[in-house]
């Protein structure tokens, strides 16, 4: 299924876990695509896994780190130029961090708003140019289940993903007539990097039992940190689909992705 013939891609976070599987599964289905990420040895393995599927030919790599605003409108540059144009904007880097909200320094806290939101924003201003000469355009943005359900000890993380959600509404509505569309995943028990680190995160004193309430319904044979998890690729067969004409009709919202953990 080749939904993506033609169509030039950016996808961050492309380094590992979703951003990974996202921009495999673009290529997978004809997609020209710019992985980007400030992990360049992460850039490498991807690079290796699309030689491996025989897609690489329409693969490069730009390494963005999101958190500063100079790499962001270079490397946008850059990769726009290198694709003749764009199509899709894939935004699935970010960070976790977690504390206890009343001993969090404002340092971390600006640190994780700073990657996971304003990062975000950089991203799609610096591509709105190029996005809005095509007639469709698609714009996905990576929320969470945090955004909208209580996650323990990770408020600067769910305040980053709230208002990731709410800046992809406003997108929607803002550029609707111009023939972008702007939707939101929120993913949730998926096991990848950040989840296999969170335990790290987590406080020596934290309540385990708060975490009783993240556990999927639907069976899978992954798991983090003890936890049930799906898997990157779940989240990325979604991705391709609102990223798709497949989705055509679909803007202004975001699709939940967790395995029926806040069913």
């Known amino acids: 299924m080749n939904r993506f ?3 030039r ?5 492309a380094a590992s876990g979703i951003g990974q599987a996202t921009a495999l599964r673009l290529l997978e289905e004809g997609g020209t695509v710019v992985a980007a990420d400030v992990s360049e040895d992460g850039l490498a393995r991807t690079t290796e896994l699309a030689e491996a599927a025989g897609t690489a030919g329409r693969l490069s790599v730009a390494a963005i780190d999101i958190g500063d605003e100079t790499s962001v409108v270079d490397g946008v540059s850059r990769s726009v130029e290198n694709l003749g144009g764009l199509d899709v904007l894939v935004n699935a880097a970010g960070i976790l961090r977690a504390s206890h909200t009343h001993e969090t320094p404002l340092d971390l806290w600006n640190q994780v708003i700073g990657i996971n939101l304003t990062g975000t924003f950089l991203m799609v201003r610096e591509c709105l140019p190029a996005l809005l000469r095509n007639e469709r355009s698609v714009v996905v943005n990576f929320s969470s289940t945090s955004a909208a ?4 000890y990770m408020a600067a993380y769910a305040a980053s993903k709230g208002g990731i959600q709410s800046f992809t509404h406003a997108l929607a509505l803002e550029y609707g007539k ?3 569309r702007a939707v939101g995943v929120a993913p949730g028990s998926i096991k990848t990097g950040i989840t296999d680190a969170t335990s790290g995160y987590v406080p020596s004193d934290a309540d385990w039992g708060l975490f009783s309430k993240l556990s999927p319904i639907l069976p899978t044979t992954l798991e983090s940190g003890g936890a049930a998890m799906g898997g990157p690729e779940q989240v990325a067969g979604v991705v391709a689909m609102l990223a798709s004409d497949d989705g055509a009709f679909v803007t202004g919202t975001e699709i939940r992705i967790d395995g ?3 069913a």
């Open 5 to 7: 013939d033609n169509r």
């Open 9 to 13: 891609i950016l996808v961050t976070g």
């Open 149 to 152: 359900f209580a996650h323990p």
């Open 178 to 180: 111009q023939g972008l």
């Open 260 to 262: 029926g953990t806040h």
